[in-house]
T-cell receptor
Framework: DAKTTQPNSMESNEEEPVHLPCNHS???????IHWYRQLPSQGPEYVIH???SNVNNRMASLAIAEDRKSSTLILHRATLRDAAVYYC????????????FGGGTRLMVKP | GAGVSQSPSNKVTEKGKDVELRCDPI?????LYWYRQRLGQGLEFLIY????????KSGLPSDRFSAERTGESVSTLTIQRTQQEDSAVYLC??????????????FGNGTRLTVT
């Protein structure tokens, strides 16, 4: 099963850090963890991805648990423009390279 | 540089008509995906192309749906005899290599299809 588990929604205050959790308990050793976000009326946008080590880029940080069964997307200072649906996805090498998108987490940012 | 381009951005059609949706991937990207997103829902995988390999059609919901891609260029998704349940946003994405691995997907803004 290539699914991940995320909370349906989360709220944050503007300019505060946000930690978005994801469980992927059946992940295999070669599956990458990808995060995308989707703003209203737009296609999904790549945020970050990783395999084992924590990753940082200009948009966010990705913290991957040592057993790789969970990960956390970290937005260091939420802005109103970060309000979106965030998708955590496993790259399942046994699924024909298909990336399966679940329901994601709807992040609401309060001013 | 240019991103993934989809056309038309909006399409309204009558039930029973055929529609063709177009996707121009980023130049050099070998992998191309089609997804469908119904209102308020997540993305549903439809089909995947990788280079000149046979496409993965496992997500196509019925034989009314088909897609083609010539080499590593443009792809078209065709829906025959459209039904109201086909109303959705159809999203195309491309990636430099198979997207499930160390290669992110780049999405277009989709085609919003409305079947009346």
């Amino acid at each position: 099963d290539a699914k991940t588990t995320q909370p349906n929604s989360m709220e944050s205050n503007e300019e505060e850090p946000v930690h978005l959790p994801c469980n992927h308990s059946t992940i295999s050793g070669t599956d990458y963890i990808h995060w995308y976000r989707q703003l209203p009326s737009q296609g999904p946008e790549y945020v970050i991805h990783g395999l084992t080590s924590n990753v940082n880029n200009r948009m966010a940080s990705l913290a991957i648990a040592e057993d790789r069964k969970s990960s956390t997307l970290i937005l260091h200072r939420a802005t109103l423009r970060d309000a979106a649906v965030y998708y955590c996805i496993r790259g399942n090498n046994n699924a024909g390279n298909m990336l399966t998108f679940g329901g994601g987490t709807r992040l609401m940012v309060k001013p | 540089g240019a991103g993934v381009s989809q056309s038309p951005s909006n399409k309204v059609t009558e039930k029973g008509k055929d529609v063709e949706l177009r996707c121009d991937p980023i130049s050099g990207h070998t992998a191309l995906y089609w997804y469908r997103q119904r209102l308020g829902q997540g993305l549903e995988f439809l089909i995947y192309f990788q280079g000149n390999s046979a496409p993965d059609k496992s997500g196509l919901p019925s034989d009314r749906f088909s897609a083609e891609r010539t080499g590593e260029s443009v792809s078209t998704l065709t829906i025959q005899r459209t039904q109201q349940e086909d109303s959705a946003v159809y999203l195309c994405a491309s990636s430099l290599a198979p997207g499930g691995r160390n290669s992110p997907l780049h999405f277009g803004n989709g085609t919003r299809l409305t079947v009346t």
